[in-house]
């Protein structure tokens, strides 16, 4: 299976909202609710966001949401802030019982 | 809180295996998975496999299938990723990550860099 297909970059001015898109294939992201979100900041290691299509784990900020429609995922940040400065990776687990990564958006803030 | 510690800096020349380990630090394995990413340099994220202490079931991406292996050990709450036969586009930092499910994971290892060497 393909990697999923992330815009390479986005970018926002503080206070801004911005969102990052994630398009799957048949069989991954349109078939289940089980698309995750992970912040990479260089140097450190992954931090989940978002699982099961909308779900904040603890501790991460309410500006983190995220939503799905058919076969695209999508994550919103508001209230962009300079920390949110990152790449941004979605995730899907699939039918065949492996794990999908999307290449990662590059969010600038400007 | 629960950690992974992982392994450190390995330098490998090409042909070469490489075994990484992963320990689970202020808690046990218990019912989690354990997956392997890796990020080589300039790349993005890519998924390598998963292991189950559990029942000791894996799944690897068919990329490295046959050239991999997952395994852990419960006594020691360690998990280990062996991969053989490292070429150049091996090199990458490997992460280890635990999830309950195996639809997201939420611990991560802090990343061991594999430079593999011609």
């Known amino acids: 299976q393909s990697a999923l297909t992330q815009d390479a970059s986005v970018s926002g001015s503080p206070g801004q909202s911005i969102t990052i898109s994630c398009t799957g294939a048949s069989g991954d992201i349109d078939d289940n609710n089980f698309v995750s979100w992970y912040q990479l900041r260089p140097g450190k290691a992954p931090k989940l966001l978002i699982y099961d299509v909308s779900n904040r784990p603890s501790g991460v900020s309410y500006r983190f949401s995220a939503s799905k429609s058919g076969n695209t995922a999508s994550l919103t940040i508001s209230a962009l802030q300079a920390e949110d400065e990152a790449d941004y990776y979605c995730s899907s687990y699939t039918n065949s019982r492996t794990v999908l990564f999307g290449g990662g958006t590059k969010v600038t803030v400007l | 809180q629960v950690q992974l510690v992982q392994s450190g800096t390995e330098v490998k020349t090409s042909g070469a295996s490489v075994k990484v380990s992963c320990r689970a630090s202020g808690s046990t394995f218990g019912d989690n998975y354990i997956t392997w990413v890796r990020q080589a340099p300039g790349q993005g994220l890519e998924w390598m496999g998963w292991?189950?202490?559990?029942?000791?079931?894996?799944k690897y991406a068919q990329k490295i299938q046959g050239r991999v292996t997952m395994t852990t050990q419960r006594y020691s709450n360690t998990a280990y990723m062996e991969l053989r036969g490292l070429r150049s586009d091996d090199t990458a930092v490997y992460y280890c990550?635990?999830?309950?499910?195996?639809?997201?994971?939420?611990?991560w290892g802090q990343g061991t860099l594999v430079t593999v060497s011609s």
């Open positions: 990550a635990r999830g309950w499910t195996l639809n997201y994971f939420d611990i």
């Open positions: 292991v189950s202490p559990n029942n000791a079931d894996t």
